[in-house]
């Protein structure tokens, strides 16, 4: 009975692993993604100015 617990507190500790594993590569790609499109908006701002003057 000892190994059966083990054996499931394994698979436990991994599936928990997977999950912080994937929450964190979704985060950084959503920041990934909002530095993307800040990047752009700022470039487009500058081109707005730059035709103003």
Not at 4 to 20: E, K, R, S
Not at 37 to 51: P, V
């Amino acid at each position: 009975m000892e190994n059966v617990a083990t054996d499931n507190t394994i698979w436990y500790i991994l599936a928990v692993l997977g999950l912080i594993y994937l929450i964190i590569l979704f985060r950084n790609k959503k920041a990934t993604k909002r530095r993307k499109s800040r990047k752009f908006m700022e470039g487009k701002r500058q081109h707005e100015k730059n035709n103003e003057q």
